[in-house]
């Protein structure tokens, strides 16, 4: 049996990542937030919200591409993948609540510990709570954590591969199964989510926030974006000077897109 990767802060793969960077993150997210108000930014990922596009975007920008740059290595290590999509985050001006699976909890941790007014709910990993019960306390814990939330926003986005249209449609957030839970009677959320709060997408209002320049997202940038882009520009050249023998004049946009 393989011996589990490090949970540890050094396992990060981002060089620049630091604590005042991922506050810095946070808070970006939550100056979208009136002062004062319970308004609140959920994300639910994995089966939960039919593994929503637009959830895991934000938790990857939270987390600094942990769904992108650690899930395949945890994965090959034999740890669950529905253990570690097992997240959800509630997002308010000022605080911050967060649910995980016990798997994720130590791996997850050393991004998200240094959070201001930070609540973690999460059973321990020796718990012998059967699964039945493991899942009532997550669905207990969600309706604790949007409770006092009338307004809540979703980063709502479906690709086109999965569905003929990404427009945000709050029935469809109702389908998805964490939200479907609390509505149960024996659950005590109230009823229907989206009668007892008020929904809708907030995905647009993020993209400006991804697409500012920080030092892990200008790292990603060199490390990543970079070399790929010097491979195909490479490969784009010899597809040129192949096909029209070095001869520039008879370059035709087909060739040089092809």
């Known amino acids: 049996m393989k011996k589990r990767p490090s949970s540890a802060k050094r396992s990060i793969q981002q060089?620049?990542?630091?604590?005042?960077?991922?506050?810095?993150?946070?808070?970006?997210?939550?100056?979208?937030?009136?002062?004062?108000?319970?308004?609140?930014?959920?994300?639910?990922?994995?089966?939960?919200?039919?593994?929503?596009?637009?959830?895991?975007?934000?938790?990857?920008?939270?987390?600094?591409?942990?769904?992108?740059?650690?899930?395949?290595?945890?994965?090959?290590?034999?740890?669950p993948e529905e253990d570690l999509d097992d997240l959800v985050i509630v997002i308010r001006h000022s605080t911050v609540q967060v649910y995980c699976s016990p798997t994720?909890?130590?791996?997850?941790?050393?991004?998200?510990?240094?959070?201001?007014?930070?609540?973690?709910?999460?059973?321990?990993?020796?718990?012998?709570?059967?699964?039945?019960?493991?899942?009532?306390?997550?669905?207990?814990?969600?309706?604790?954590?949007?409770?006092?939330?009338?307004?809540?926003?979703?980063?709502?986005?479906?690709?086109?591969?999965?569905?003929?249209?990404?427009?945000?449609?709050?029935?469809?957030?109702?389908?998805w199964p964490l939200i479907q839970s609390t509505a149960w009677d024996d659950m005590g959320g109230g009823?229907?989510?989206?009668?007892?709060?008020?929904?809708?997408?907030i995905r647009d209002s993020l993209l400006p926030i991804y697409h500012q320049l920080d030092p892990a997202s200008l790292e990603q940038m060199i490390v990543r974006s970079l070399p790929l882009f010097i491979r195909h520009w490479g490969e784009c050249m010899s597809n040129i000077m192949l096909r029209n023998n070095g001869d520039s004049s008879s370059i035709v946009d087909y060739d040089v897109t092809e």
């Open 191 to 201: 009823g229907f989510f989206t009668m007892v709060h008020e929904v809708s997408d």
């Open 15 to 79: 060089q620049s990542f630091s604590p005042y960077l991922s506050c810095k993150r946070l808070r970006n997210v939550q100056s979208l937030l009136p002062v004062g108000s319970e308004d609140s930014i959920v994300v639910i990922l994995g089966i939960d919200s039919r593994y929503n596009e637009g959830c895991r975007e934000l938790a990857n920008y939270l987390l600094f591409d942990f769904y992108d740059l650690r899930l395949n290595q945890l994965e090959e290590y034999g740890l």
């Open 104 to 175: 994720l909890y130590n791996y997850l941790l050393p991004y998200i510990g240094h959070w201001m007014n930070l609540t973690i709910h999460s059973l321990h990993e020796d718990s012998t709570q059967s699964e039945v019960e493991q899942e009532e306390y997550k669905i207990v814990s969600f309706i604790s954590m949007v409770e006092s939330s009338h307004h809540i926003g979703i980063p709502y986005y479906v690709g086109t591969s999965h569905s003929m249209t990404s427009q945000f449609d709050k029935f469809a957030v109702e389908k």
